[in-house]
T-cell receptor, first 113, second 112 residues
């Protein structure tokens, strides 16, 4: 019962480097989400995908791109990393009905020097 | 724009005591979620509240929702050390896609 799996768990980048965070879910959920968590600010939505083939911006999309590869996988890409993107990134998935809570992965701890 | 405020942001309490965490939000919504996060870990769903007057209880935790007051409470009864964690409320924006806005979180420390 893997649930939501994120890779990598930790990453250190230099300013200007690019990388892709991977997320996969095995719960057959339609919706998937990327959040970032910063101290004292809770979680903020970066991008989401309500269904396979669709993506849309959340609260803080600047500097990120996403790809919904199929129903299971949703990736987040940093094209040119900046120190302000140092954060913990969480992927979540959920059903289309709001009576189902979103399920979160273990997070990726990303530091940009 | 939906804003979600939690208070207190930090709570230190003795074992056996009761306390309440408050979650206020700024625009109409009737869907609210509570999550727990242990240090360095993922978020775990605690409660899903879907209508005015909804009340859910699990062990020493009880959550309620008043949509007219735009307020949810998480009440802790007879706290134990294992409840030490960060608690988040999250409110559904009411748009397609079940998008959530999170509060800043309440760090709870239960002292034995």
């Amino acid at each position: 019962n893997a649930g939501v799996t994120q890779t990598p768990k930790f990453q250190v980048l230099k300013t200007g480097q690019s990388m892709t965070l991977q997320c996969a879910q095995d719960m057959n959920h339609n919706s998937m989400y990327w959040y970032r968590q910063d101290p004292g600010m809770g979680l903020r939505l970066i991008y989401y995908s309500a269904s396979e083939g669709t993506t849309d911006k959340g609260e803080v999309p600047n500097g990120y791109n996403v790809s919904r590869l199929n129903k299971r996988e949703f990736s987040l890409r940093l094209e040119s990393a900046a120190p302000s993107q140092t954060s913990v990134y969480f992927c979540a998935s959920g059903g289309i009905y709001s009576n189902q809570p979103q399920h979160f992965g273990d997070g990726t701890r990303l530091s940009i020097l | 724009e939906l804003k979600v405020e939690q208070n207190p942001l930090f709570l230190s309490m003795q074992e056996g005591k009761n306390y309440t965490i408050y979650c206020n939000y700024s625009t109409t919504s009737d869907r609210l979620y509570w999550y727990r996060q242990d240090p360095g870990k993922s978020l775990e769903s605690l409660f899903v509240l879907l209508s005015n007057g909804a009340v859910k209880q699990e062990g020493r935790l009880m959550a309620s929702l008043d949509t007219k007051a735009r307020l949810s409470t998480l009440h802790i009864t007879a706290a134990v050390h294992d409840l030490s964690a960060t608690y988040f409320c999250a409110v559904d924006r009411g748009e397609y896609g079940n998008k959530l806005v999170f509060g800043a979180g309440t760090i709870l420390r239960v002292k034995s």
